[in-house]
């Protein structure tokens, strides 16, 4: 079976990774700290479950930043740019990539929006994807 490989990089380069697995979900998420961690109306996020996650390039510039609080949310950054970069969960397997660092082309599209109750007014949206209050129930 053939897995995706997907390239990806931080805004001013130093950083380069590379995912391999096959994307599960691809969603909008509207929540407030994914609001506060991307400074726009939602995030767009990428997930791979029991994928794998390689630092090419820049490994040592990676930093993270958890809310002791909040049981999923972490937010992994450039040192140098403050560009949001992949994490891979631990507890669910899962890597989580920033859809704006792929370099990569896609053939996958974004699938709902999480959280929608949380948005903005201001925030994007009317579209066709489908909305869910907060996670889906296949998450």
């Known amino acids: ?23 599960q979900w691809f969603y909008h ?6 609001r506060k961690a991307t400074g726009t109306g939602h995030a767009s996020n990428l997930l791979i479950p029991h994928g794998s996650l390689k630092w090419v390039r820049g ?10 609080e909040a049981k999923r949310f972490t937010n992994c950054f450039c040192s140098n740019c403050g560009a949001r970069l992949p994490r891979y969960v631990r507890e669910s397997g899962m890597v989580v990539i920033p859809a704006g660092s792929i370099d990569s082309e896609l053939d996958f599209k974004p699938q709902f929006r999480i959280f ?24």
């Open 116 to 139: 929608w109750d949380s948005r903005v007014k201001w925030s994007c949206g009317g579209d066709k994807i489908p909305v869910h209050a907060e996670y889906p129930p296949e998450s």
């Open 29 to 34: 998420c509207h929540c407030s700290r994914c």
């Open 1 to 23: 079976m053939t897995q995706t490989i997907i390239d990806g990089s931080c805004l001013c380069g130093a950083v380069q990774y590379e995912v391999s697995g096959d994307p």
């Open 59 to 68: 490994e040592g510039l990676v930093k993270s930043y958890k809310i002791p």
